[in-house]
């Protein structure tokens, strides 16, 4: 149950940067390689998760020591979460675009392929990925 808690606030965060990204170049004029959307989203997806593991653990800890955590968390477990999110985007629609109905396959995807990670590193270290 925890490993999935804490699964269900990376995707969040993970979500918001990657969804960010890739609705900001499906509206905008840039021309740009769906890689290099991918990219960009995968990079920014990890950094809003760290922002807001920074946000959740600031007040169980002073701002600094919750940075420091954040940045310490799993970033195998992201890594695999952005990758799986992205994997399902190309596959199913073809590139880096946001339609209503592949965003929940994306969510689903992207909660899944780390929960075993997770749950292993909570079982055997004690410590949450996220």
């Not at 509206?27 to 991918?38: G, K, P, T, W, Y």
């Not at 593991?53 to 919750?66: F, P």
Request: net charge neutral.
């Amino acid at each position: 149950m925890t490993s999935s808690y804490n699964t269900m606030w990376c995707l969040i965060g993970c979500s918001i940067g990657d969804f960010g990204t890739i609705l900001f170049f499906q509206i905008s004029d840039f021309n740009v390689s769906a890689l290099v959307v991918m990219s960009l989203a995968i990079v920014n997806g990890i950094i809003t998760s760290i922002a807001l593991e920074t946000l959740i653990l600031s007040r169980q800890m002073v701002l600094s020591a919750a940075f420091k955590t954040a940045l310490g968390m799993s970033l195998i477990s992201m890594i695999s979460m952005e990758l799986s999110m992205n994997i399902v985007d190309l596959i199913l629609v073809g590139g880096a675009k946001l339609t209503i109905w592949v965003m929940p396959i994306m969510l689903f995807a992207g909660f899944i392929t780390p929960l075993p990670y997770n749950y292993w590193q909570l079982k055997f270290y004690g410590r949450a990925c996220h």
